[in-house]
């Protein structure tokens, strides 16, 4: 199962883990061991150390921080991948600040447990069990003006998004629309629009 969560995020070199109720550490490990690195949190400080103990005999201590701490102050910003193994209302009390502190195209794994209406990204399966994974989607809601002075007006629900776009007198709805963390796409009154949402900008939406 761990493995595939890793798998399923591309956790390497470069990322900064953050595991949610990692009990004995053995997911920030995985991580470690393939170049991550990380914080790891529990609320059991016995479980803690059982992990700081766990990263020193696999030779990943420099590349791990483990915490006896509540879950619901740990600081999730700046990572790239969040890790969790949770209960299912316990993910969705982090959900609003999963969505609202980390980057757009940060990546969730979910042990088992999905977050209700945001319909994960993708399911794996071990066994009888189903990890899943999510995309931090950019905040796009409202109107935006294209280059060319075209109106998109768009609505959002998490990853999923609709809307229409206005130019010249003519409204036509979107069509092929997508949005996969920062990259946005959509089709509209004979034109293909792929951008990177930028803040309060839409790059190469042409």
């Known amino acids: 199962m761990i493995d595939k969560m890793l798998d399923m995020a591309a956790v390497g070199p470069g990322d900064r883990v953050l595991d949610l109720g990692t009990g004995d ?59 969790m193994f949770l209960l299912p209302q316990v993910n969705l009390r982090l959900r609003s600040r999963l969505l609202r502190d980390l980057a757009p195209g940060s990546r969730i794994v979910s042990h088992a447990f999905d977050m209700a209406d945001w319909a994960p990204d993708s399911t794996g399966r071990v ?12 905040a796009v809601a409202g109107e935006w003006v294209l280059d060319d002075g075209a109106r998109v007006t768009l609505h959002q629900h998490f990853q999923d998004i609709g809307g229409a776009l206005r130019r010249a007198g003519s409204t036509e709805t979107l069509t092929r629309t997508g949005l996969r963390g920062s990259l946005i796409r959509f089709t509209a009154l004979g034109r293909n629009c792929e951008g990177v949402v930028n803040g309060d900008s839409i790059t190469g939406a042409n």
Do not use: C, N
């Open 25 to 83: 550490g053995r997911i920030l490990i995985a991580a470690a061991r393939r170049g991550a690195s990380g914080t790891a949190i529990d609320i059991d400080p016995v479980l803690i150390g059982e992990a700081k103990a766990a990263a020193i005999r696999v030779g990943v201590a420099d590349l791990t921080r483990f915490m006896a701490q509540d879950l619901f102050v740990t600081p999730v910003r700046g990572h790239s991948v969040v890790t």
């Open 127 to 138: 066994g009888g069990s189903h990890p899943y994974l999510w995309r931090v989607p950019a």
